[in-house]
Each structure stands twice: as C-alpha cells, then as structure tokens.
C-alpha cells in the first residue's frame, strides 16, 4: 500500500519536475540551431544567417541571466556582482568587440561597433526605462486599482546615477577628439570598479528569482553549481559560435536589400541581446517589483557606459598592434555625441528619485522621433533638444546633486526608503 503510494507521488512530480524545466529546456533548444549550423560550416543566406544566429544570442542571453541569478547561492558577494555586471552585457561584448578587433585590419568596421554601442545605450533608455513606467502603470490600473502614476526609486540608485553622470561627461569628450582612446578605457574602467566597490558594501539582500533560476536554485548544492556552470558554458558557447556570422549576416543582408548596414547593426543586433533583460525587467513589475525592475536596466545601462565602452579600444589596439585610439568619422560622432546627450538627460531625469508617466511618455517620444529620422542633421537637433531639456530639469532639481553624491560616496544605504509600489488588493 505504501509502495503503491510512493509510486503515485513520484508519477504526479516528474511531470511537475518536466514543467518546471520546459522553459530553460525549450530556451536551449532556440540555440541549437545555430550551434549546429555553425559546426558543420553551413553555408547560408544573410536572411537565414542573422535569424538562426540572432535566435542563438536570444537564447544564450537568456540563460546567462536565468544562470546568473541562480549563482547568487554559491558565489561570494563581491564576485556575484562583478560577475552578474559582466554578464548584463555580454551578448553585446560578443557583437561589439568582433567589430573593434576587426576594424584593427579594415577600418570601416569601426563604424559597425559604434553603431552597435549607441543602438543599445540609446534601445535601453528610450524604450526600457519608459516601458517599466507604463507596465507599472497599467499594472497599477488593473491589477491593485490604483491611480498611483509616480514610481519612487531607492536611495541607493544614487550610486547609479553618479556612475552613470561621469560616464556621460567622459563620453561626450569621444567626439571632440574623434576617437575611443586607451585614456577614455582607463577613466570608463576606473568608473566601472568604484561601483563595483561601492556596491559591495551595500547589504546583502537575498534576490527574489522566477522561471528557470528559480527551479535551479532549488536543486541541491552540487546539482546546483553544475547546473549553473553547464548553463553558461552553453550559453557562451552559443554566443562565440553565432556572433560573427550574425554580424556578417546584418551587413550582407542590409547590402542586400538596399538598406543601410550601420542602421540594421545599430537597432537589429541590440533587439536580440537585450530583450531579455527588458522581459526580465518587465516581469518584475508585473510581480510589483517595479523598482528592483527599473534598477536593473539602469545598472546595465551603467555597465555599458563603462565597461562595454572601455573594451572597445583595448580590442582595437591589440588587433592593430597600436596604442592609438578606436577612430571615428563625422557620423559616428554625431551617433555618439546624440547617446551621450540622451544619458545625462536620463541621469537628470531621475535625480530625485522619481519617474512621472508624463516623463516615460517624453523618453519615448524623443526616442522614436530620432529612430525615424536619420539625417546628420536631425541627430543634431535631438542632440540639443536633449541638452536643452537636461538644463531645464536641472533647474528645477540641483539641490539634488549634494544629496546624491552624499549618499553614493558614503555609502548610506541602511536608512528606510519610501515604498511606493501599492499592494495587490
């Protein structure tokens, strides 16, 4: 009777076991085909090329973040964060810095690695920070009835936004000199671990994970870590294997069709790599976890200002064996100097800690009237509109300033922030 028993529980948790693991299962299977057709050396078209192999990055992206947030168990606090800030941005490292190496023996490339970099900066605060807004919104509306359309971050972001508001200066010196120098890598590096530093000591909070990670976290310890290691050993097996020939995919494919390669590289390779941080980020808001969901795009948006940014050059120079810097030409100028006047707006956006929908509304619309409108010109306008905007909100919040570096240089992270974030009725 008991044997009996047993067997009538086991055969009701395999099939709840198989459920659990279908998303992380069927993640994998979307990079098998690129996997594979990159093994055997099949040749195929541009279209099939950036499809296959975009889907292995897609794939791959989402694993090293399921991977990731499952590591936080077994890795020591500091190492998790150096790791989990490397690993926000790697698909995009495996895409950029295959065009910086290679602009070191064909220099047109480099315009492909600055169109890469701006795409994804300007992708994630255009259209990450506005739709975290409008998803806390609407998830106010109709899930807890509430009209609340103001979302409150942490005191804590201050370390963000300083990293963040450096980074932006120091960038907006790469089109006055027409380069990406070993200089710019230094100060962005130097940057990159201050915040490293920085958040180290703040507490240690224990993440609250779904999906995959969640599933993996629940295994025991050693099942755990060899879970975990096997996911990014797959995952960055997928993205070596699918980056060239996803590049060299776009490029074909934009020739192809008359359309210009740099805007396919800029918009299309960004898709792929970081939507999975902008369904991750969407899917802790509609958990009511809105502010954990819009400090992890902020964050990657750090980690891409600073240390995507500061790889660049390093590749370049080793590839061309030369200490001078990543060169860029009048629109890559114009492409950087329009990202960098997009992220100080940001960063002055949120100063006080605080996102309005009609703020959301106003990131978004800037964004998609750059997007449609390509022209030198045009980039230069939204450009000023950008700058102009930032000195109008500074206007109103400077004082500010004093408060956020205070709490971002002495690290005064244990008083009690306000919760704005209503519960579920």
């Given at each position: ?15 709840q076991a198989a459920l659990a693991w279908s998303p992380a299962l ?273 964050s990657s948006k750090v980690n891409q200002f600073t240390l995507l ?24 100028e114009e492409e950087v100097l329009l990202t960098a006047a997009q ?83």
């Amino acid at each position: 009777m008991q044997e009996a028993a047993r067997r009538a529980v086991k055969s009701v948790r395999l099939p709840q076991a198989a459920l659990a693991w279908s998303p992380a299962l069927a993640t994998m299977s979307l990079g098998l085909p690129a996997i594979i057709a990159r093994l055997s050396g099949a040749d195929l078209s541009p279209e099939a090329s950036v499809a296959i192999f975009g889907l292995g990055i897609l794939s791959a992206a989402f694993l090293l973040g399921a991977a990731s947030e499952a590591s936080q168990h077994d890795i020591p606090a500091s190492l998790s964060l150096a790791v989990l800030a490397f690993v926000a941005v790697l698909p995009e490292y495996a895409v950029d810095l295959l065009f910086a190496w290679r602009a070191g023996n064909d220099p047109e490339q480099a315009q492909f690695a600055v169109a890469n970099m701006t795409g994804a900066n300007r992708l994630l605060l255009g259209i990450g920070w506005s739709f975290v807004l409008f998803t806390f919104v609407a998830r106010n509306r109709w899930i807890v009835r509430s009209p609340q359309r103001v979302l409150t971050l942490p005191r804590s972001i201050s370390l963000e936004l300083v990293a963040m508001g450096v980074a932006t200066l120091v960038v907006f010196t790469i089109p006055v000199v027409g380069n990406i120098n070993l200089i710019m890598s230094v100060v962005l590096l130097t940057i990159f671990v201050f915040y490293l530093y920085r958040l180290a000591k703040q507490p240690v909070v224990e993440p609250e994970v779904g999906g995959p990670a969640a599933v993996v976290q629940r295994l025991p310890t050693k099942q755990r870590r060899a879970v975990v290691i096997g996911l990014f050993a797959y995952a960055g097996m997928a993205i070596v294997l699918s980056a060239e020939p996803f590049a060299d995919g776009l490029i074909e494919l934009g020739e192809e069709l008359g359309l210009d390669p740099f805007l396919l590289v800029q918009w299309l390779a960004p898709i792929a790599s970081e939507s999975p941080e902008f369904l991750a980020a969407l899917y802790l808001v509609w958990r009511g976890l809105a502010q954990h969901g819009m400090i992890v795009l902020i964050s990657s948006k750090v980690n891409q200002f600073t240390l995507l940014i500061a790889s660049l050059p390093v590749a370049y120079a080793i590839s061309a064996g030369t200490l001078e810097g990543l060169p860029l030409e009048g629109r890559q100028e114009e492409e950087v100097l329009l990202t960098a006047a997009q992220s100080i707006f940001g960063v002055i956006l949120i100063l006080d800690r605080k996102i309005t929908l009609r703020e959301a509304g106003l990131l978004v619309t800037l964004f998609l009237g750059q997007f449609l409108f390509t022209d030198g010109d045009v980039r230069l306008g939204f450009s000023v509109t950008y700058l102009v905007l930032a000195v109008l909100f500074l206007a109103r919040r400077y004082t500010e300033v004093p408060r956020v570096l205070r709490y971002a240089l002495r690290g005064e992270w244990d008083e009690p922030d306000e919760v704005t974030e209503p519960a579920d009725s």
